[in-house]
């Protein structure tokens, strides 16, 4: 099973960031556009995992979730992965969001313990929109500037009450993506 674990986006924010969507592709990039029903804020992504080990996973997601108190996160900002001269990914979300940074820590080093590798790169909350082989570095200038227009006009909060296991299944038409568990922030949610 292909794991990962991820904040949800309210279905009010996912119709908003489809707004904005609708808007960008008036720029004609080829971009590979996520599905509204597929935006999430990614804390860590586990790869193929045995099914044999979710219920430890689990358990360990849990322990981080009671230990952490609610938070929130602003849809405020829009960027590019890994870099603005080979952009491949359009994300939306807030780089600088220190308990997400820490929600991420805390999941990475209790998973290590599973025998899950550390992430190497800093954390940063948020929403991929798109992703791109080959961009016109120009036109995805214009993108962001529009993106962060908006952004700054109607910013956005996600609270992040759970935590959740999800299972990315592949398929012709992209991923699909799975709730295996929710754990509440402060306690098991369902």
């Given amino acids: 099973m292909r794991l990962f674990v991820a904040i949800p986006v309210p279905l009010e924010v996912r119709e908003n960031l489809v707004r904005i969507v609708h808007r960008l592709k008036k720029y004609g990039e080829p971009m590979r556009w996520v599905s509204k029903d597929n935006f999430h804020f990614t804390v860590k992504f586990l790869g193929e995992v045995d099914?044999?080990?979710i219920s430890m996973i689990g358990e360990t997601i849990e322990k981080v979730a009671f230990s952490r108190e609610q938070f929130s996160i602003d849809?405020?900002?829009a960027g590019v992965f890994p870099n603005m001269l080979y952009p491949h990914v359009f994300w939306v979300g807030e780089s600088s969001s220190l308990p997400f940074k820490e929600l991420c820590h805390n999941v990475d080093a209790e998973l290590e313990k599973l025998g899950f590798s550390r992430e190497k790169n800093n954390a940063?909350?948020?929403?991929t929109l798109g992703r791109m082989r080959k961009a016109d570095v120009k036109k995805v200038y214009l993108m962001l500037k529009d993106a962060n227009d908006i952004l700054s006009?109607?910013?956005q909060s996600v609270r992040v009450?759970?935590?959740t296991l999800m299972e990315s299944v592949l398929g012709r038409n992209g991923a699909r993506y799975r709730i295996l568990s929710n754990f509440k922030m402060g306690g098991m949610y369902g």
Avoid: L, S
């Avoid at 940063?124 to 929403?127: F, K, L, P, R, S």
């Fill in 51 to 53: 099914g044999e080990k």
């Fill in 161 to 163: 009450e759970r935590i």
């Fill in 75 to 77: 849809v405020k900002e």
């Fill in 153 to 155: 006009r109607e910013r």
């Fill in 124 to 127: 940063t909350a948020h929403i």
